[in-house]
């Protein structure tokens, strides 16, 4: 990187444009494959290998950088200001998400099972959340097992319960952690940070056992209706996020383990620490709207 004056500039990178070619052969191979056309998978595969590459060699060259002593405080208040905007837009894409569950519990719902919308659309339809058709809301209140096109909703206080309880326990664990990081105790840091991935592995493992359990027990699928469609949208997006903030953590977890940050230089950690919380905030709004309510 260069100087300029109180600010660094980077030099050029081939990184910016290879992020973008991945991208594109990844939406690529994912609109042809909804057309079912042969090389799908491959402009998919091709996109999700050039994106893996990338992240291994960019974040590898920033590490690299940040470890050099390269980065000034003008800089790591870039940083920061970047990392706050880029929680800014998730919180944002969630909110798009619970606002359609908003619109339709409170009022699609109510529409459809009314007046003349009633009578055109969905003859029959009483309404009532989780929406279940005609037949399927007759099964589930006469606590029947669901037959083909009919399900059962998720329950709150299962798995969704000790879930919760889970990542609220690693928001307390990356926490303690961030405290040894901040008094320079290496061996707090590396333990707490470990209970933190640990955690989040688990809730993992408990989201897939979930999935199952609704496909395969409840006919909870993303064919039932709208509420299987939010219920995967909104759960499913969250796990995702779930994941890659748990690969993240593994990262800051061996970079700790290298000797990587400092009670003085440890953006990197604050970062990922703030995308968790994130995470976590945003599971209890999905348990309290989507499982419990």
């Known amino acids: 990187m260069s100087a300029k004056g109180d600010y660094y500039l980077p030099e050029p990178s081939p990184w910016p444009v290879l992020t973008s070619v991945g991208l594109f052969l990844l939406a690529l191979g ?21 994106i893996i590459y990338m992240a291994f060699r960019w974040f590898g060259q920033v590490i690299g950088e940040s470890e050099a002593g390269t980065y000034n405080d003008k800089v790591d208040t870039s940083f920061r200001m970047g990392m706050g905007w880029f929680i800014f837009s998730e919180i944002m894409f969630f909110a ?4 359609a569950l908003f619109y339709e519990r409170q ?12 009578e055109w659309l969905w003859p029959g339809f009483e309404g009532g959340w989780p929406t279940a058709g005609p037949e399927g809301a007759k099964a589930v209140a006469a606590g029947e097992t669901p037959g083909p096109n009919q399900f059962s909703p998720m329950g709150a206080w299962g798995i969704p319960a000790i879930n919760t309880l889970i990542l609220l326990t690693s928001g ?15 061996g707090q840091l590396i333990v707490w940070l470990f209970l ?7 809730f993992l493992g408990f ?25 995967y ?20 977890w061996f970079r700790t383990l290298k000797g990587h940050f400092t009670p003085k230089n440890h953006f990197g950690f604050e970062a990922v620490a703030w995308y968790w919380h994130f995470v976590d905030v945003v599971w209890l709004g999905l348990f309290i709207f989507v499982y419990w309510l």
């Open 30 to 50: 994912f609109v042809l494959s909804i057309n079912d056309v042969s090389v799908a998978k491959y402009a998919m595969y091709i996109g999700a290998a050039i």
């Open 96 to 99: 798009a998400f619970f606002g």
């Open 107 to 118: 009022l699609a719902v109510s529409w459809l099972s009314s007046g003349v919308t009633n």
């Open 172 to 186: 307390v664990t990356i926490t303690i952690a961030h405290w040894g990081l901040q008094k320079d105790n290496r």
């Open 196 to 202: 933190t991935v640990a955690l989040g592995l688990t």
């Open 207 to 231: 989201q897939a056992y979930e999935y199952a359990h609704a496909y395969t027990e409840l006919g909870l699928t993303m064919k039932t209706g709208v509420y299987g469609a939010t219920f």
């Open 233 to 252: 949208m909104l759960t499913g997006f969250h796990g995702l996020h779930v994941t890659l903030g748990t690969i993240m953590l593994i990262v800051i």
